[in-house]
Nanobody
Framework: QVLLVESGGGLVQPGGSLRLSCVVSASFDSLNTLGWYRQAPGQERESVAHITFGGGTNYADSVKGRFSISRDIAKNTVYLQMSSLKPEDTAVYYC?????????????WGQGTQVTVYS
């Protein structure tokens, strides 16, 4: 079992910045990928950014150039730095981890943190 605890959400005006944090209960070398998803009201959950075991990153087109994912292995923490925020970035943001073990793939989710961009 892998526990993920997010923090850092809040209210921000358009153009502002926020940094989300996710503390992971498992060692990073036991995980395949770490990342962030988001879900706006009435919409499906969508992928925002991911970082692989090897440190490779990928982003949704809608956030490229504005969001940056990083990790601190010593602190078992993954971050999402969000800049130039737009009202359409408003959503609940979820931390996600994928673990491959014994040929089995398992997904873990945090409880979510609300990000609201308002003018």
């Amino acid at each position: 079992q892998v526990l993920l605890v997010e923090s850092g959400g809040g209210l921000v005006q358009p153009g502002g910045s926020l940094r989300l944090s996710c503390v992971v209960s498992a060692s990073f070398d036991s995980l395949n990928t770490l990342g962030w998803y988001r879900q706006a009201p009435g919409q499906e959950r969508e992928s925002v950014a991911h970082i692989t075991f090897g440190g490779g990153t990928n982003y949704a087109d809608s956030v490229k150039g504005r969001f940056s994912i990083s990790r601190d292995i010593a602190k078992n923490t993954v971050y999402l730095q969000m800049s130039s925020l737009k009202p359409e970035d408003t959503a609940v943001y979820y931390c996600h981890a994928n673990q491959l073990y014994g040929g089995r793939s398992t997904d873990y989710w945090g409880q979510g943190t609300q990000v609201t961009v308002y003018s």
